[in-house]
């Protein structure tokens, strides 16, 4: 039996060639997962959950205020036509995961990143008052954060704002978050939706109703940075990215608590959007590929990830090598 185990140790280690030195902390993981999952909203018994609607603020940001957010309220058209918000142009929306707000570094490097390139309406979700609570309470609110975004959604879609010129962008919980705003929107599609690193721990593969998941938007992307641990390693877009594999980074070092990996996901993605050098990746031929070598060789096919432009297409699983600092791009 020892030979055995032993054996078998030796060949997955020499298959995955993950970058970190020591495994994420599986205690956290398991103390976790003793509470029951989330389940979609409308079957949910909301053991923990609890979300003011003040507790949410949509914070818009355009070039004629970059740095000074002008608060948009829910069925308030004043709030609306009074700000900067310009109907003719495309609208970005961030949503920040666990532990964040409005001001943290995943909304504020992509809205400044956003704003270089173009012209456009930037969205800040905050929901830092729900969010900045333990784990398990902060994933029992994101469904009712996702149901005051469908809200705010549906009154843009009142005040003649098109879904199709609309990208949500969520990190973490907000992938989720994102994820069940655009499955709620019923008779309209989202554009597009990005889904960085999406939250694992109390979300499950199976009940696609309470996560992220294809059929939120009319093109749904994931990039998976800490897969496995703090976010899914299971693909759930039309693409999905894997990072170095999708699960450990480098550059990350001894990284018990997976935060350093789950926050590159944003890092990647803001750098995307303004550097020269693409990040660019290989076809997997399957997940399979991916997840049991840790690395693809790939169908010749190359997709970029991130960037300005939204890749249409190609769907399927992606991998690709960065650096270790920033830059991160390798081209
Ligand atoms: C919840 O909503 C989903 C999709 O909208 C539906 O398939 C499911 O049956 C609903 N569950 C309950 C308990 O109503
Ligand atoms: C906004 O208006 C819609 C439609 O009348 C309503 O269902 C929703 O509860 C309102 N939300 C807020 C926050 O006022
Ligand atoms: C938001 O998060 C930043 C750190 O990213 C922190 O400095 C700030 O105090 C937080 N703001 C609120 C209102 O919690
Ligand atoms: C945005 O542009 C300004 C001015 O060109 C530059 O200083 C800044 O570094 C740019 N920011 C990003 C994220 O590229
Ligand atoms: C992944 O595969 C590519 C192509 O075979 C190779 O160049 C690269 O070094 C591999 N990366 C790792 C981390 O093994």
């Given at each position: 039996m020892i030979p055995l185990l032993f054996a078998l140790c030796t060949v997955v280690s020499a298959a995955v060639k993950w970058d970190a030195p020591a495994p994420y902390d599986p205690v956290w993981l398991a103390s976790v997962q003793t509470y029951p999952p989330v389940t979609a909203a409308n079957e949910t018994r909301f053991f923990f959950g609890w979300v003011y609607e003040t507790d949410v603020e949509f914070k818009l940001y355009t070039r004629r205020?970059?740095?000074?957010?002008?608060?948009?309220?829910?069925?308030?058209?004043?709030?609306?036509?009074?700000?900067?918000?310009?109907?003719?142009?495309?609208?970005?929306?961030?949503?920040?995961?666990?532990?964040?707000?409005?001001?943290?570094?995943?909304?504020?490097?992509?809205?400044?990143?956003?704003?270089?390139?173009?012209?456009?309406?930037?969205?800040?979700?905050?929901?830092?008052?729900?969010?900045?609570?333990?784990?398990?309470?902060a994933s029992y609110n994101v469904a009712s954060v996702g149901r005051l975004l469908t809200q705010f959604l549906n009154f843009l879609i009142w005040e003649g704002v098109s879904m199709s010129d609309v990208h949500l962008i969520g990190h973490s919980l907000g992938a989720h978050v994102v994820g069940i705003a655009g499955a709620n929107l019923k008779r309209t599609a989202i554009d597009t939706i990005t889904g960085l690193d999406p939250a694992l721990p109390l979300f499950t593969?199976?009940?696609?109703?309470?996560?992220?998941?294809?059929?939120?938007?009319?093109?749904?992307?994931?990039?998976?940075?800490?897969?496995?641990?703090?976010?899914?390693?299971?693909?759930?877009?039309?693409?999905?990215?894997?990072?170095?594999?999708?699960?450990?980074?480098?550059?990350?070092?001894?990284?018990?608590?997976?935060?350093?990996?789950?926050?590159?996901?944003?890092?990647?993605?803001?750098?995307?959007?303004?550097?020269?050098?693409?990040f660019t990746a290989v076809r997997c031929q399957s997940f399979n590929e991916l997840y049991y070598t840790g690395n693809c060789t790939g169908t010749g096919e190359t997709l970029i990830m991130g960037g300005f432009d939204i890749h249409y297409g190609k769907d399927g699983i992606y991998y690709l090598e960065t650096n270790d600092q920033k830059p991160y791009a390798l081209g």
């Amino acid at each position: 039996m020892i030979p055995l185990l032993f054996a078998l140790c030796t060949v997955v280690s020499a298959a995955v060639k993950w970058d970190a030195p020591a495994p994420y902390d599986p205690v956290w993981l398991a103390s976790v997962q003793t509470y029951p999952p989330v389940t979609a909203a409308n079957e949910t018994r909301f053991f923990f959950g609890w979300v003011y609607e003040t507790d949410v603020e949509f914070k818009l940001y355009t070039r004629r205020n970059p740095f000074e957010f002008q608060m948009l309220r829910i069925n308030d058209s004043a709030s609306l036509h009074d700000s900067n918000f310009d109907f003719n142009n495309k609208v970005k929306v961030l949503a920040h995961g666990w532990l964040n707000n409005g001001s943290g570094p995943m909304p504020m490097s992509l809205k400044e990143a956003y704003l270089n390139v173009s012209d456009l309406n930037i969205v800040v979700v905050d929901w830092g008052a729900a969010a900045n609570v333990n784990y398990i309470m902060a994933s029992y609110n994101v469904a009712s954060v996702g149901r005051l975004l469908t809200q705010f959604l549906n009154f843009l879609i009142w005040e003649g704002v098109s879904m199709s010129d609309v990208h949500l962008i969520g990190h973490s919980l907000g992938a989720h978050v994102v994820g069940i705003a655009g499955a709620n929107l019923k008779r309209t599609a989202i554009d597009t939706i990005t889904g960085l690193d999406p939250a694992l721990p109390l979300f499950t593969v199976g009940n696609k109703d309470a996560r992220l998941d294809k059929h939120d938007a009319s093109h749904v992307e994931v990039i998976h940075t800490c897969g496995g641990y703090l976010g899914f390693m299971a693909p759930l877009g039309h693409i999905d990215f894997y990072p170095n594999g999708g699960t450990r980074q480098p550059g990350c070092g001894y990284d018990i608590r997976g935060l350093c990996a789950h926050n590159r996901a944003h890092m990647y993605l803001a750098e995307s959007i303004t550097s020269s050098v693409p990040f660019t990746a290989v076809r997997c031929q399957s997940f399979n590929e991916l997840y049991y070598t840790g690395n693809c060789t790939g169908t010749g096919e190359t997709l970029i990830m991130g960037g300005f432009d939204i890749h249409y297409g190609k769907d399927g699983i992606y991998y690709l090598e960065t650096n270790d600092q920033k830059p991160y791009a390798l081209g």
